[in-house]
């Protein structure tokens, strides 16, 4: 079982800046996805970012050009930077550990996720 911490979230302004972390313990394999996701109060829990073992990546809509997902295979970290925030991106922010193939961030089925973080809050006032 691969154990995730993530960092980084606390409270900005619209238009600022931050960055998550997601440090991983335990061997998350050769050929892997990681996500991050976000749970707004009385939202669903949806996929923000991924990112594979081979460096692709993908976002959701609402965060593209705006989001960073990033990986340092050295340390075994995931990061978010996440820019000109929104009060709209207020949430839990959480990493995972998803199927080879991304399927909890594309299907949308958690049932696919691995490992999650404990989650980190993000707050952004207007």
């Known amino acids: 079982q691969v154990r995730l911490v993530e960092s980084g979230g606390g409270s900005v302004q619209s238009g600022g800046s931050l960055r998550l972390s997601c440090a991983a313990s335990?061997?998350?394999?050769?050929?892997?996805?990681m996500d991050w996701f976000r749970q707004a109060p009385g939202k669903k829990r949806e996929g923000v970012a991924a990112?594979?073992?081979?460096?692709?990546?993908n976002y959701v809509d609402s965060v593209k050009g705006r989001f960073t997902i990033s990986q340092d295979k050295a340390k075994n970290t995931l990061y978010l930077q996440m820019n000109s925030l929104k009060p709209d991106d207020t949430a839990v922010y959480y990493c995972?550990?998803?199927?080879?193939?991304?399927?909890?961030?594309?299907?949308?089925?958690?049932?696919?996720?691995?490992?999650w973080g404990q989650g980190t809050q993000v707050t952004v006032s207007s």
């Open positions: 335990g061997y998350i394999g050769s050929t892997y996805c």
């Open positions: 990112i594979d073992s081979a460096g692709r990546t």
């Open positions: 995972a550990v998803d199927s080879p193939s991304c399927s909890a961030y594309y299907r949308g089925d958690h049932n696919y996720i691995k490992s």
